[in-house]
Nanobody, 117 residues
């Protein structure tokens, strides 16, 4: 099993930046051989995939965050990051990390990101 734990959320003004971290505990083998995605869910909306990174480092992004967000992973630290720049009010949501393994998906508890002046 893997337990992802997110951190790094908070309140930021429009145009600001935040870096989210997803640290995995448990089976490091599962983490390092799995893709990891960052999802978000705003009030009244469905959860959506924001960015994902494969075990080999390939990435993909939601169109609305391309050029502003960057996902990366550091397997030595069992961590996946989401660097978020030029934040907009519509980026406000709870952000979740998901480890997508051959044994199933493992979700973290989420971290709140609020973009407001």
């Amino acid at each position: 099993q893997v337990q992802p734990v997110e951190s790094g959320g908070g309140l930021v003004q429009p145009g600001g930046s935040l870096r989210l971290s997803c640290v995995a505990s448990g089976s490091i083998f599962i983490f390092r051989t799995s893709g990891v995605g960052w999802y978000r869910q705003a009030p009244g909306k469905q959860r959506e995939l924001v960015a994902a990174i494969g075990r080999g480092g390939s990435t993909n992004y939601l169109d609305s965050v391309k050029g502003r967000f960057t996902i990366s992973r550091d397997n030595a630290k069992n961590t996946v990051y989401l660097q978020m720049n030029t934040l907009k009010p519509e980026d406000t949501a709870v952000y979740y990390c998901n480890v997508d393994s051959q044994f199933g998906g493992y979700w973290g508890q989420g971290t709140q990101v609020t973009v407001s002046s």
